[in-house]
């Protein structure tokens, strides 16, 4: 589940002089770090509480290293205007892949030292979670999530993304993420719905793509913008089932709501930590993402916030009702796939990436 915006939609690069502005406010404060202080990138609220806990607080036990929190936004351009200004003011920064490869391909990260992870966790840590520039410590998903009262157990229910699109075999209201990101939306369940296999939907064929929602269209009371707003909708019954983070699934599920996920054919996403390239502790940054990937510390995390770990080796350490919440336990992961970021980012001879095409055609096909 994503919290920051910038995390969950492919951010184009704002004008330098609003820029420079977003990031004064966003790192003004840790302009005057101490010696000996680290300054890592991460979300507010019961997320950061989780974070801090899991990851933070055993880092500045083990190292005598003050971790200061920046809790704002940081866009690529803001990254960007730190790197080329040599003000490096945050140390370490957190991002969706599609981000991270961006910033990574422009120069403005440093490369992963994975020298210095223990080899052990590194070879239980899944390969998409090491990327050259970013680690990501933990795991999430989009799933198809229904309502228990509108489909009972024991009664017929949709189980693959195909069966969401049968509205005759399985009425019900439904609601989908929006497509305006173009780096999330129902892009690759709208070609699994077609037929598509799991382990052919990159390349994606975007006319196949918009020519399967043609058919859903019509059934889709919300196109929903962010995780908050699915919550409120399967909280409200706006809809039946629904496509959603498993984590906002989760706290509803918790809550005592009549929602179920359904694991098959999800969608894995994750984050990554990254180092903006210059900065004035580096080799701190470094210390701290290698330890992210210990097992003990991502099974803290998945404990108080129910997002998985990205080696598998914490499972050991996780009981069975925990370890079920998560994305990737061994019993989802052969029916999942994770996203191709790198797909999205790709740049064709006009220039734009593939993210950019999809946010131009959707921006068309929403409105007809």
Not at 14 to 32: E, K, N
Not at 46 to 54: L, P, R, V
Not at 272 to 284: D, F, Q, R, T, W
Not at 334 to 358: C, F, H, I, T
Request: glycine content about 8%.
């Amino acid at each position: 589940m994503s919290f920051f915006i910038n995390r969950r939609r492919f951010m184009q690069a704002t004008s330098s002089a609003v820029a420079l502005g977003a990031l004064s406010s966003a790192v003004g404060r840790a302009q005057a770090g101490a010696p000996g202080e680290l300054r890592v990138n991460m979300s507010g609220g019961n997320w950061g509480e989780a974070f801090q806990e899991a990851f933070v607080k055993p880092f500045e036990a083990e190292t005598g290293v003050k971790v200061v929190p920046i809790t704002q936004d940081l866009s690529t351009s803001q990254i960007a205007l730190m790197v080329k200004s040599n003000n490096v003011s945050v140390d370490v920064t957190l991002n969706n892949v599609m981000g991270n490869l961006v910033q990574g391909d422009a120069g403005y990260l440093e490369k992963i030292d994975y020298s210095i992870f223990n080899k052990e966790d590194l070879d239980t840590t899944v390969d998409y979670c090491k990327q050259p520039f970013g680690f990501g410590p933990y795991v999430y998903s989009q799933n198809m999530v229904w309502n228990t009262e509108k489909f009972p157990s024991g009664k017929p229910r949709p189980t693959t993304w195909a069966e969401f699109w049968d509205v005759e075999k399985f009425p019900g209201t439904r609601s989908l993420e929006t497509g305006a990101g173009g780096s999330e939306g129902p892009f690759e369940e709208a070609l699994l719905a077609d037929g598509v296999p799991m382990d052919a939907l990159y390349p994606m064929d975007v006319d196949r793509v918009f020519a399967s929602l043609d058919k859903i269209k019509p059934h889709i009371r919300k196109w929903w913008t962010s995780g908050s707003e699915v919550l409120q909708i399967m909280r409200d019954d706006v809809a039946d089932i629904a496509q959603s983070y498993d984590g906002r699934a989760i706290s509803l599920v918790d809550a005592g709501e009549p929602i179920e996920i359904n694991r098959n054919q999800a969608k894995l996403m994750w984050d990554m930590l990254a180092i903006p390239k210059g900065g004035p502790n580096v080799e701190l940054a470094q210390k701290f993402i290698a330890s992210t990937a210990r097992p003990d510390r991502q099974a803290t995390w998945a404990k108080l916030f129910a997002q998985s770990p990205s080696n598998s080796k914490a499972y050991s350490l996780l009981s069975d009702k925990t370890a079920r919440k998560l994305a990737t336990h061994p019993d989802y992961i052969a029916n999942s796939y994770p996203a191709n970021a790198k797909w999205y980012a790709e740049v064709g001879p006009d220039g734009m990436s593939n993210a950019q095409r999809l946010i131009q055609r959707w921006n068309e096909w929403v409105l007809r």
